[in-house]
Structures are given as structure tokens and as C-alpha cells.
């Protein structure tokens, strides 16, 4: 079965459990795979059917992006964006005039779909839908849920389980293991009190192509793999500009021909803020731009601006000394953590890799959603800056968190994941100056 058929058969069986009875259907998503796409057509279906729906997404910008996709692809369904009162409409809404923002859901209750973010619904204190889409499911914690689920009879839950779990800045140790336990998210809550729930999963990528996929597949959903949407010829980046033979060059070239690139600078223990990788990795999304990039694709050619590059950090003083460093140059380069980068997709990026230069691998570090999220965010190529050693870092430090009965193990943990991707990138290797 090609990608096509494949994807279209699971969207199929998710739009027929939809009128199956069920009081909950779980979708997960990789990467690229179309979950947004999908929340479009099953808000589509369900308004189709005459169900008034809700659909809770975990912040403004989700929910500005889905009243686009929606009003545009489907201009006759009556939308309505909920809204708290400080917000001011983005041009993105204000480029439908036939949505209406509101401060109360009373005043949005002749719309037939009503959006806002997580947040915003649980200030509700009255008011029911016959269905809800949750998007971005696994980003939110189960106490959110919890503070919703009485707005709601029926709910379509769509998410990636392989980015970046729930956090929080307080201390959560005292409810591990507890069935309601807050900071779980809010679908392995969801499913671990309704285990007879429907469970899809979209078996493509779109966005990574044919040279990542396997490469994430394999360490980040080892037990629910998927594939790319394209082959391997499909897709090429080819530059305008020759190099100049440069180290920086070298691992652009090696990105450009194969996907991957590590450019592996001496090792060291260093502070948070490396000024040395801080600078190859703002150097590398320059030189990157002035070689005049030129993406070819499923969807034709077109040359890679500014826009369409993303550096991707695990801390915001990293972002920020990056941003700092790229100077007048990079104007237009998206510089973020993996946290803000998740569910964005550029042609290409690079990466500061979390456990470059590190004397300890912490859970922080070792989380795998973040390293998926930084490895997962392009359709072309990915250029990871990192300090040798990392893989004797990890043999120093295998996982050792603490065991918590009633808490499911999740897999892969970091320590795997990492290890998975750095032998891949081994073949990948371009020493930095």
C-alpha cells in the first residue's frame, strides 16, 4: 500500500469510531504526519453531521492556525474563537470576517464550531458541546482535562506521544504513581481509566523526508514506527553559491547530500552558554542563507529564505546568545527552544545538541521528547552541533531516575534515544575548527 492509501484508510476508520458510539477516540500523530489536517476534516465531518463541537487547542498561536485552516478550507461552517479579554485578534483571524471573537461562550452559542485554548475553557462555568477535539492532546496535563471534561459528552483526542511531556516548575513527586497523577498527560490518563478507548495511529510523515524518518521511527517511536511520505529521491537542496571550503561548508555539503550533518566541535566541559558552539551554530544558519539554497520537492521548487531556516536550542539563554550572534545576517532566522519549535516545520535546521559540553546528563537533558522535537522539525536537512564525548557522557550516566510504582514506563527513555541518534550521526561527522 502506498503512503496515500495508507494514511487515508486510518483517517477513514477515525471518521467511522467518530459515529461508532464511543464516548472518546485517541489519535496519535508523528511528526509531519497530518494532525492537522486531520482535526480540519473531523471538525468538518462532525459539523457535517450537525453536531455543534468544541476544539481545545494548548495555545493562541494552535488556535489561530486552526480558525485558518478551517475558515479557509471550509467557509461555510459558523466559527466562533473564545477568547480571553486582553486578547487582540492576529491577522490571520482578521483575514476572515465571518468568524467571531468573543470573551463569553454564550455569546458563540448559535456557532457550530467554537475554539480556544485549553486555558480559556477551563474558566467555563457553564455551557455544553456534543463534541470536543483536543489537539495537541499530549502536551496537555490530565488536570486540564479533568477541569474541561464537563464541558463535553464526546471528545476526538489528536497528539504526538513522542514530542515533549507536560511540565511544571514546582515539585511533583507527590502524586507519581496516583491514577490522576496531574502531570501526566492528559491521554495516558485518559486511557489508563478507559483502556477499551479506539486508538489510531497515522502511519506517514509528510514533512521529514525519506533520510529522517527511518532515523526517528527507529529512535523515538520504536513501537509504533512510521515512514516518509516521499522517497528518496523526491526531495533535494541544492546551493547557488559554491563554498569556500570551510569546515561550515563541509557539514552544509554532507547535510545538503545525505540529510544529516554533526559538526563536531573538541571536547570540553563548558558553561550552558558555549560561546565556541554558540558561534558555529549561528555561523552555520548564515552560511546556510548566503549559499542561496534552493529546495526541490513534491511541491516544486523554491528557494530557502530566512523564513524557512530554524535554529533549535534546549535553554533560552542559549536562544538568546544564538539570536545575539547571528547578527544583521540572520535577520528573519527563527531562533527558539525545543519547547516553542514543537509543532513548526522549516526546510532546514540547526541544532545545538542538549548534552553538548556537559559534565552531567540530567533528566532535563535526557528527555527524549526534547531531542525528537529538535531532530524532527524539517522536510530537507538538519545540521547538529554538538561537543565530542556525548556518547561517553551517557555511558557515564546511565539512566537511573527513580522507579515509582503505577507509573508506565515510557519508551524510549532519553538515555536510548540519544544513543540511537548519535550512531546514526556518527557516519555524519564533519570536525569543526
Known amino acids: 500500500m502506498n503512503p496515500s492509501e495508507a494514511a487515508a484508510r486510518v483517517v477513514d476508520d477515525v471518521l467511522a469510531d467518530l459515529g461508532g458510539g464511543h464516548r472518546g477516540v485517541v489519535v496519535d500523530s508523528p511528526p509531519g504526519a497530518g494532525k492537522s489536517t486531520l482535526v480540519v476534516r473531523a471538525a468538518a465531518h462532525l459539523a457535517a453531521a450537525g453536531e455543534r463541537l468544541m476544539i481545545v487547542a494548548q495555545t493562541n498561536e494552535q488556535v489561530d492556525d486552526l480558525i485558518e485552516r478551517i475558515a479557509g478550507r471550509h467557509p461555510g461552517i459558523t466559527l466562533g474563537r473564545l477568547s480571553a479579554s486582553g486578547y487582540v485578534p492576529s491577522e490571520r483571524v482578521l483575514a476572515y470576517p465571518a468568524v467571531r471573537v468573543a470573551q463569553k461562550a454564550g455569546d458563540l452559542a448559535e456557532h457550530t464550531v467554537v475554539i480556544a485554548t485549553a486555558a480559556k475553557w477551563a474558566t467555563l462555568s457553564e455551557g455544553s458541546w456534543p463534541w470536543a477535539i483536543v489537539d495537541e492532546a499530549y502536551q496537555m496535563r490530565s488536570d486540564m482535562l479533568l477541569r474541561i471534561a464537563g464541558r463535553f459528552e464526546r471528545a476526538l ?17 507527590r502524586w507519581a504513581g496516583l491514577t490522576w497523577d496531574p502531570m501526566r498527560s492528559a491521554v495516558s490518563v485518559l486511557l489508563a481509566h478507559n ?89 552555520l544558519a548564515v552560511r546556510l542563507l548566503q549559499r542561496g539554497p534552493v529546495a526541490h ?49 522549516y526546510d532546514a535546521t540547526v541544532v545545538l545538541h542538549p548534552l553538548s559540553g556537559r559534565r552531567d546528563a540530567t533528566a532535563f537533558h535526557l528527555e527524549s521528547g526534547r531531542l525528537c522535537v529538535l531532530a524532527s522539525r524539517h522536510r530537507h536537512a538538519c545540521v547538529v552541533v554538538a561537543r565530542a564525548g556525548i556518547p561517553e557522557l551517557l555511558d557515564a550516566h546511565p539512566s537511573a531516575e527513580p522507579v515509582h ?29
Do not use: C
Open 297 to 345: 520537492s513534491e511541491l516544486g521548487s523554491r528557494p530557502v529564505d530566512a523564513a524557512r531556516i530554524a535554529i533549535g536550542a534546549a535553554h533560552r539563554d542559549q536562544v538568546t546568545a544564538i539570536r545575539a550572534a547571528l547578527g544583521p545576517h540572520g535577520d528573519g532566522i527563527t531562533v527558539d527552544t525545543a519547547n516553542r519549535l514543537q509543532g513548526r516545520e
Open 195 to 283: 483502556p477499551g478507548l479506539p486508538v489510531h495511529r497515522l502511519p506517514v510523515s509528510w514533512r521529514l523526508p525519506a533520510s529522517a524518518a527511518p532515523v526517528v521511527s527507529e529512535a523515538f517511536y520504536p513501537f509504533t514506527g512510521f515512514r516518509a511520505g516521499t522517497g528518496p529521491g523526491d526531495r533535494r537542496l541544492e546551493y547557488g553559491a559554491r563554498g569556500m571550503g570551510t569546515t561550515y561548508d563541509r557539514a552544509l555539503e554532507e547535510a545538503a547530500a545525505t540529510g544529516w550533518a554533526l559538526y563536531e566541535l573538541p571536547a570540553r566541559h563548558t558553561l550552558r552558554t558555549d560561546a565556541e558552539a554558540v558561534r558555529a551554530t549561528a555561523a
Open 405 to 433: 510504582l503505577g507509573v508506565p514506563v515510557k519508551f524510549p527513555d532519553g538515555w536510548e534515544a540519544n544513543q540511537s541518534v548519535l550512531a546514526h550521526l556518527a557516519g555524519h561527522r564533519v570536525p569543526g575548527d
Open 157 to 173: 483526542f489528536v497528539g504526538d506521544p513522542g514530542q515533549l511531556d507536560p511540565f511544571s516548575t514546582v515539585e511533583v513527586e
